[in-house]
């Protein structure tokens, strides 16, 4: 009888030592797996955790920053994952214009337009970059079409605008100039070139008040600044 209640008791109490010790390695397992997942998390290069779509999005948050370099390499991270990704070529085009590197622009531009004819990201980007390298006939024509999608983009007014200008085709320049100096009429520099454009029409009064604007601006910007 003694040897039976030794036993059960033995067995007992060794059921409960493994038990413990069955806890102990489950929970200093599960501590293992947790420092696993962490050092992965840390330590494991982005690129595998990162889409197409989540590195489009870094490259638009690098654009919003002005960090324009990095939002170039963003882009370039989706287009490596996704060569038709329309968006990327759109958004790396913007960011070029921003450094200077308008060939480079126009080049994106028109690999983005290729798959998406009708992006105003990439539409408004090849303008520009046309637009910066002088190529001013391009340029205007390249802002008609993106015209056709937005009409409130001041600067796309103005730059076509001062195409025109430049291309002495005097109506179509002052047309864009009235569109221009409406949606900003504080800018200095399109009421002037408006002014010079009015005077090479003849339309000397129309001149006067466009120059009168200019001045007025430039008065209120000198009293703002002082």
Not at 109 to 117: E, N, P, T, V
Request: aromatic letters at 12%.
């Amino acid at each position: 009888m003694f040897n039976a209640i030794f036993d059960w008791k033995s067995i007992r109490m060794n059921r409960f030592i493994c038990d413990q010790r069955k806890f102990r390695h489950e929970i200093m397992r599960s501590k293992i797996l947790i420092l696993i997942l962490l050092f992965s998390l840390l330590f494991v290069p982005a690129v595998l955790a990162e889409d197409v779509v989540e590195w489009y999005i870094k490259g638009q948050n690098a654009m919003t920053v002005g960090d324009y370099p990095t939002a170039i390499t963003y882009y370039n991270n989706a287009l490596a994952l996704d060569k038709n990704y329309a968006s990327a070529y759109a958004g790396r085009a913007a960011a070029l214009n921003m450094l200077g590197r308008y060939t480079e622009a126009i080049a994106s531009a028109d690999s983005g337009l290729a798959i998406k004819s009708m992006d105003p990201v990439a539409l408004n980007a090849r303008a520009l970059g046309l637009f910066k390298l002088g190529r001013y006939e391009e340029a205007a024509a390249a802002y008609d079409k993106l015209f056709l999608l937005e009409q409130n983009r001041k600067e796309a007014y103005c730059n076509q605008a001062y195409a025109y200008m430049k291309l002495n085709e005097t109506d179509a320049a002052i047309s864009a100039f009235d569109r221009c100096t409406l949606l900003d009429s504080q800018n200095i520099e399109a009421w002037n070139n408006k002014g010079l454009t009015l005077m090479q029409a003849k339309r000397y009064d129309a001149a006067l008040e466009a120059f009168d604007r200019a001045t007025i601006v430039t008065i209120k910007n000198a009293t703002i600044w002082n």
